[in-house]
């Protein structure tokens, strides 16, 4: 099970930080620490984008240009928690945010929501004056 904190309502310009953890997180006699971690968005009639990864070698990797120097991924491998750090928000970051983890450990991001097999519950981010 993946649970996810964090979300609300913030004006542009500001701060948020999403959180999801794993308790106990196991695949295959895979840890959490096996695994990449990816974050997600969808907006209102869109499609779920990828945003980011961070692999098991605490590498991340950022896939959508939008976000890029605004928002920082980190893991925290001893709480089986992962990070999504937001800055200097604007009104098209508006969207539910997601925390996944891909079926099978290793080092890859991968950049498709369906190799996601294990997913938080969502948190809407809301940015407006």
């Known amino acids: 099970q993946v649970v996810q904190s964090g979300g609300g309502s913030v004006q542009p310009g500001g701060s948020l930080r999403l959180s999801c953890t794993a308790p106990?997180?196991?695949?295959?006699?895979?840890?959490?620490?096996?695994?990449?971690i990816g974050w997600f968005r969808q907006a209102p009639g869109k499609v779920r984008e990828i945003l980011s990864c961070?692999?098991?070698?605490?590498?991340?990797?950022y896939f959508a240009d939008s976000v890029k120097g605004r928002f920082t991924v980190s893991r925290d491998n001893d709480k089986n928690a992962m990070y999504l750090q937001m800055d200097n928000l604007k009104p098209e970051d508006t969207a539910v945010y997601y925390c996944?983890?891909?079926?099978?450990?290793?080092?890859?991001?991968?950049?498709?929501?369906?190799?996601?097999?294990?997913w938080g519950q969502g948190a809407q981010v809301t940015v407006s004056p």
């Open positions: 961070i692999n098991n070698h605490n590498e991340s990797t």
């Open positions: 106990g997180f196991t695949e295959n006699g895979f840890g959490f620490d096996s695994h990449s």
């Open positions: 996944a983890i891909p079926r099978g450990a290793g080092h890859v991001c991968y950049n498709t929501p369906r190799l996601y097999d294990y």
